[in-house]
Each structure stands twice: as structure tokens, then as C-alpha cells.
């Protein structure tokens, strides 16, 4: 309910088309965009689709998920960056009698502290993860405070990208009435950027609910490309996903998935 990671897109326009250098350059863009803890500032627009939720399978779910990344030079050595989902959710009929929601989901603010140079070839952060009670409706929020760690790392060589980000989320205030969060976030990931800035991106972004006892595993296969708007380089892409497991009144089968980003490189 809480997640949502990676932001992956399908181009309009072609790099042959800005020339040879600025095709360099947005190949090292999409590399970046790859890395959750990269020296650049990203504002993606992240949208959902799924269906057949709940016990009739009759539900289905629109989520758009705003998700800005900023760096912060630290110091000469280390950044900080805040990485932060903010859903904003339609849904009808996820469960019998439920109708329709519209409004803003629950929000994950997270901080990584992280060296600006790899470690031994890996590119790694780590700090801590808050769960925020933003949701607008009752059956949009878990009405719930949590905080815990949260960790990535990730390795990059020639086109690839390899890594895996996870968190673990405990509440620790809310509402009396509604079920407490523990739950762990996992989000395994391999992509390749070609020299032209496609990406093309596998990933799961898995949450096991210790206090359900329950799985929620999408597996999701996206591609996006890097251009221009003007001067702006924007990531535009789609992707698929599939749900292999998911708890007994979850989304099954496939969903859809379409992010656009903004980005803004950094010196730091």
C-alpha cells in the first residue's frame, strides 16, 4: 500500500536527433536515473493501474504516485538524499459496500546517507524511513506513524545496472482501532541502458505484512527513454506488471504502469 519505486519510460523522440554529444550526455542521465541515490534532482510522475481486488475480484485502483528525489551535499564526501512517495489514489469497489475514494494515500519520506565516490565498485546509502498518515479517506490511509531503516545498494558497469533496495516500517503511534504496521519493503532490480538512453527495467517491489502474515509481490517490466522538452531532459516510458502473489483480497493478474520525470542534474 505504501509503495511504489524505480521510474522507467517509452521515448517520443530519438537521441540521433539532439547529436552525438547530447546523446552522451542522456545516456549518463538514464544511467543516473537508474541509481536511487545519484547527485540528481528528479521529479517523477509515477501512474498505477490495477484490477481485480477484492473477495469478488471486482475492485480495481488508480494511483499516481508524486515522487521527488533531492540530493544534498553533506560535505566533500557525502550526500544526503530525500527520496519521498506521495499517492494520490482513485479506487471503486475493493471490497462489497466499499463505493468509490478519491484523495491522497499515506506518505513514505525517506533519507539516505550516502558517499558521493562507490565503495569497491558498489554505490550504496542508508538512514531511516517514516510513514507519514497523509491519507485524505479512512480506506486510503492506515491512519498509522511508523519509522525504521532503509538501505540501497547497487552496482553499475558499462550499460548495467544491478541492486537492491529494502525498508522496514514499524508503527509507533495512530489510531488505536487500526491495525498495526510491520511490514518489510523489498525491491530487487536490474536494468540496461543503451547507448541511444533507452532503459529497459525488471524489477519486484515486494512487501511481506509480518502482522497479516501476507505477501504483496508485482513483478514489473518497463521501458523509458531519455530526451528533451526544449532543454529539459524528461524520461517518458510504460511498463507492465504482473502479480504473483498478493494478499487474499489483493490485485491479480496484470496491471499498467506510466511515469513521466523531470530531471535536474547536479554538480554535487
Known amino acids: 500500500m505504501l509503495r511504489a519505486r524505480l521510474r522507467l519510460t517509452v521515448a517520443l523522440v530519438t537521441a540521433a536527433a539532439i547529436g552525438p554529444a547530447a546523446a552522451d550526455d542522456a545516456e549518463e542521465l538514464a544511467k543516473k536515473l537508474s541509481n536511487p541515490v545519484a547527485s540528481l534532482i528528479s521529479v517523477p510522475f509515477q501512474y498505477n493501474f490495477d484490477h481485480n481486488i ?64 562507490p565503495t569497491n565498485g558498489i554505490v550504496w546509502g542508508a538512514g531511516p524511513v517514516l510513514l507519514l498518515p497523509t491519507g485524505t479517506d479512512d480506506l486510503l490511509s492506515s491512519e498509522k506513524w511508523g519509522a525504521g531503516p532503509t538501505a540501497v545498494a547497487l552496482t553499475q558497469q558499462g550499460g548495467w545496472t544491478v541492486g537492491i533496495l529494502a525498508n522496514h516500517i514499524w508503527s509507533f503511534a495512530g489510531e488505536q482501532d487500526r491495525a498495526d504496521v510491520n511490514s518489510t519493503f523489498l525491491q530487487p532490480f536490474v536494468s540496461y541502458t543503451t547507448p541511444d538512453a533507452w532503459t529497459f527495467t525488471l524489477n519486484t517491489e515486494s512487501t511481506y505484512d509480518w502482522t497479516a502474515s501476507e505477501w504483496s509481490v508485482p513483478i514489473n517490466f518497463n521501458i523509458s527513454k531519455l530526451t528533451k522538452f526544449g532543454s529539459q531532459p524528461v524520461s517518458i516510458g510504460a511498463g507492465v506488471r504482473y502479480w504473483a502473489d498478493s494478499p487474499d483480497a489483493g490485485p491479480e493478474g496484470w496491471g499498467g504502469r506510466a511515469v513521466l520525470t523531470f530531471l535536474f542534474p547536479t554538480g554535487n
Open 54 to 117: 477484492g473477495p469478488v475480484d471486482e475492485g480495481h485502483k488508480h494511483q499516481l504516485n508524486f515522487q521527488p528525489v533531492i540530493p544534498v551535499s553533506i560535505d566533500a564526501d557525502w550526500n544526503l538524499i530525500s527520496r519521498t512517495i506521495l499517492p494520490i489514489i482513485g479506487q471503486d469497489d475493493i471490497f462489497p459496500t466499499a463505493g468509490s475514494q478519491f484523495g491522497l494515500g499515506d506518505t513514505v519520506q525517506s533519507f539516505f546517507f550516502s558517499p558521493k565516490q
